[in-house]
DNA sequence: CAGTGTGAAGATGTTCACAGCG
DNA sequence: CGCTGTGAACATCTTCACACTG
């Protein structure tokens, strides 16, 4: 585990990952760093050399390999096993996590789910039931459950956050708009939405190609 | 427009601007690149830098006016003026979407909903009546629209966008996680909640420190 | 004199270009 | 012969360190 994958490849190597899931049951079994630059929108000497600094396991003067690569990627990533996630506030973009399939196939499965609504505590939203967050240390510490999703108000995320990292939570992906401070070892993967518009507005009004 | 702002400036102008929102309110109205800098766990230098780069207008010994500086950011990304979007796929996460407030604050208006499925068209959602994705067209060119949001399955994604951008439309955020091809000229900010988790899981078995 | 502005150094990431292997 | 592997050149981003000014 010496390697020194950059954030930039790493994301990469997630696109080529998703890109690899369709190939593989849509194409053929044998792919090149162009085909795959091209379909991306990358140069294939990026691809390449993603590829080498993971330890290069092309065959020159064919490809890679579709099955192995994948494989290797999504061992690379820890997809091989399945992944247990709780997840703390279910309105409506909670509810859509619950009821995302996205999650299942990279074998991340949302066991537990929480909220402090009186009124919604109680109800099951696709196999999952809603228990008071009170309950939330015991299901993960019994579990020992280290994803968290985060998709309550702005105002209480840092709460919940705090509250999460104490039950042992170690990843949180947190959904809400807000900037969240967590303790060295925990990692956090803020996703907000905002921001991406602010990207496609600020490309719109300064005319950037893409 | 010469700057040559760099994507991953850009995405810290966000977080910038995200905190100056708070800050503003809550704490005062001068900030140093280091409270910041603090506040969102970068360099005091990156700070000064990317906000050097736009032109530096901090006053040595004090700070950056907090106001002033919100205000550049708001209108650097073009968030000053109403800008209108579509929506297309009613789903769950679509829904989330109608309702997410983070847009408005943002000056981001979801007018337009559409959906393909009968069930659900002629129902309102946050105000917002989800109409036939026929009409799509007709109401993209009438409005002059140039924002589209995808919320659709996988499957028909890329579908959409093909018909978004024969309609006007000019940049789009997609939420499907599938990719997506675009011509020159049309900005595409994808959202994969799947990649958010690959990366959150590369972290936890990779020990690599947040 | 505190905190920005800023050139220059250092680190990191990307592209080139071609050698080398299947 | 084709496509990967790969050092080396190049481009970009980040950090340093201190001059400068309100």
């Given amino acids: 585990m010496k390697k020194k994958i950059s954030e930039a490849s790493l994301r990469r190597l997630s696109w080529y990952l998703r890109y690899l899931e369709r190939f593989k049951e849509e194409v053929g079994d044998v792919i090149s760093s162009k085909e795959l630059s091209d379909a991306l929108g990358l140069s294939d000497a990026q691809i390449r050399r993603d590829l080498f600094t993971l330890g290069g396991f092309g065959k020159r003067g064919?490809?890679?390999?579709?099955?192995?690569?994948?494989?290797?990627l999504s061992t690379f990533f820890g997809l091989d096993k399945e992944q247990t996630a709780i997840l703390v506030g279910c309105g409506n973009l909670g509810k859509s996590l619950l009821q995302y399939k996205g999650f299942k196939k990279r074998k991340f499965i949302i066991k537990y789910a929480f909220d402090i609504d009186k009124r919604i505590i109680g109800r099951e939203i696709a196999g999952v039931l809603i228990e008071d967050i009170k309950d939330m240390k015991k299901r993960v510490t019994a579990n020992q459950v280290i994803y968290g999703i985060v998709t309550t108000p702005a105002s209480s995320a840092q709460d919940v956050v705090n509250q999460m990292i104490d039950?042992?939570?170690k990843a949180i992906l947190n959904f809400a708009s807000i900037t969240i401070k967590i303790p060295e070892g925990v990692a956090l993967s803020p996703v907000d939405f905002a921001m991406e518009l602010e990207w496609l507005s600020y490309h719109m009004h300064h005319k950037v190609k893409t």
Same sequence: chains 1, 2.
């Fill in 62 to 72: 064919v490809g890679y390999n579709v099955e192995n690569l994948y494989d290797f």
């Fill in 167 to 169: 039950t042992g939570i």
